[in-house]
């Protein structure tokens, strides 16, 4: 199955340190979180780069992650270690005029992904994952740290169709908080290749905050090697990303 972005309030510019893009451990990527975690003692590395626009009134800011890294790490069977250290460079334009341009190391997530039940008829396979994210500036305080979890589940349709599906909390440092879903149906053409479209978005107890759609596919060079691609459209907001993501699973028994 597979993963992408999370964009988790969308009322401030550049929401991407949760954007996440994670693979499945059967190397098919998307913005789905996986529902099943990386085998026992295998090292899965996901380097991802990120283009992203995103306008408001006056103001645009444009972002790319230059790349982000996410680690995923199986410690035992049905349970794996994260850690995703993102690379930003930011620039924000006011009436056209850049006005803030800079590089940053930003937000460092940390975490786990354990496996809750196997598929069983209409029963979907499921997992949770848990991370915690700490702040990377100076001021650094215990109650700034904020908090992702999710619930995934996966269900195989037929034999090559996908639904994945996503439903979340996150707390960000700044202590804004807000609820997300991914939605993720993904075919596989054959054992190279494989396509999804996913829509994904975030909301709190008023309304739904941002709607997004995603497509895009991807090519397995190796048994453990992946490119994939994919475009993201904003549905009620003005967002657009283009990325792709490099992956690499090690066996490192």
Known sequence: MPCYP???NMKKILPL?????????????????????VNKNFLQI??????????????KMESWSIPSALLRYGLMNGF????????????LWENDHLIHSLNKFDDIQIGFSMNL??????????????????????????NKIGEIISLNFSNKILNKIYINYNL??????????????????????????HFFIENFGDFNKESLISHNLNIGGGYNFKHNFMIDLS???????NLFYTGGIITWVINTN
Request: hydrophobic share 40%; proline share 4%.
């Open 17 to 37: 340190v949760l954007l996440s893009t994670i693979l499945y451990s059967s190397l098919t990527a998307q913005t789905i979180e996986p529902s099943a975690s």
């Open 231 to 237: 475009i993201t459209k904003g549905v009620n907001h």
């Open 117 to 142: 039940w196997r598929e069983n008829k209409l029963l979907p396979e499921a997992s949770i994952m848990i991370r915690a994210i700490l702040p990377t500036d100076k001021k650094f305080k215990l």
């Open 168 to 193: 979340g909390y996150a707390q960000e440092t700044d202590n804004s908080k807000a609820g997300f879903y991914i939605v993720n149906v993904s075919y596989e053409l054959n054992s190279k290749l």
């Open 80 to 91: 794996e270690l994260q850690l995703n250290a993102p690379i930003i460079k930011e620039k």
């Open 46 to 59: 996901e380097l991802e780069s990120i283009y992203s626009i995103q306008k408001e009134d006056s103001k």
């Open 6 to 8: 999370i964009i988790i």
